[in-house]
């Protein structure tokens, strides 16, 4: 299964002038439980045991990543790793060794370029590929794909999963269709009996708050969400309506951005019922910590943690951000970021974001854009 060759089109209005639109190819790639992986790789000893790499559960250490037979105990990575060893008292637990993870990151990304210089990483372990123009395999994506699954399992002793589409959106989700170990393609004739049938949290952008949302709303698939007019998505969402829109429609126009450098990484909730006060907003920064120590341990080398910052929006939509430099970015210095944020307001809370400024070790600068 593959995809069909570029469309030739006539320009309107001149019927002796042509171009060429070409339809186009984006393979996601995501790595199976990337860490632990290479960990089992490098200790043979430690496959088929539950295994889950991070910190230690005496010093409030979190899940980084966990193999499958930990899956099967209900744990996932950002998890407290006392609540991990709680569910799973057998859990062989290994220090995170990120020299090694980057390294073998760097080698992938080696292979990718062997097809396509238009790569976005997301993290160590994850990328797009945008192959439209490539001519490697008769330029088909899913024999590209295959390729390079094969070559980094023989070159890496490590498995990686793919999804081939038409737009990022989509090709994101087939990458998870078939894990561990999958490849799955979705053509673009594909698209709109494919997208249909997916349920709205799977779409980008979709958190728990707006999937609970539009559950109230009897929306629960793209076929349901299709039901709405724009005029409707809107009223209800704001400008993300737009965006569902198309969504539900499989329309994701976003490029693959090449070498794009991130400027800060952050993790933000936005609640049900409004925090009241600021003990209530105290009681949720550890687990938005820990999500957000899980996604920094991801970052490839080229970065350098700088300034943490909270974010506040407040039940009336307005909204503060405040950082500060030179502060740790430990539990007790996030609480004082917050409680600063939270005076300049001092109402309900109906978001919380923590985050780090990024130094970009390659530009030397800082990044200082919000989120």
Known sequence: MG???????????????????????????DCDCFYAAIEMRDDPSLAGKPLAVGGSPDKRGVVATCNYEARAYGLHSAMAMRTAVKLCPD????????DVYRETSREIHAIFRDYTDQIEPLSLDEAY???TGSERCGGSA??????????????????????VAPNKFIAKIASDWRKPNGLFVVTPDEVDGFVAELPVKKLHGVGKVT?????????????????????????????????LW??????????????????????EN????????????????????GELERRMTRLDAS?????????????????????QAGAARDLESYRLLLGQAFARGNKAVRLIGVGVRLVDLRGAHEQLSLF
């Open 91 to 98: 859990l062989t637990i290994v220090r995170p060794r990120m």
């Open 246 to 267: 198309g969504l539900s429609r499989g329309i994701d126009e976003r490029p693959v951005q090449v070498d794009s450098r991130r400027q800060s990484i952050s993790v």
């Open 303 to 323: 970065y350098r943690p700088g300034k943490p910052f909270i974010k506040l929006k407040f039940h009336d939509f307005t909204q503060t951000t405040l950082e």
């Open 129 to 131: 590929l945008d192959v």
């Open 142 to 163: 899913t024999r590209i794909a295959r390729e390079i699954r094969q070559r980094v399992w023989e070159t890496l002793h490590i498995t990686v999963s793919a999804g």
């Open 3 to 29: 995809f069909p060759p570029p469309r030739w089109a006539a320009t309107d209005g001149d019927a002796g002038a042509f171009f060429v639109t070409l339809q186009r190819k984006i393979i996601h790639i």
């Open 211 to 243: 999937a609970e949302k539009l559950a109230r709303l009897g929306i629960r698939t793209c076929a349901d969400l299709r039901d709405w007019s724009r005029i409707q998505l809107a009223k209800e969402f704001g400008s993300f309506g737009e965006r």
């Open 270 to 289: 936005t609640f049900d019922q409004d925090l009241p006060d600021l003990a209530a907003c105290q009681e949720e920064l550890p687990s938005l910590l």
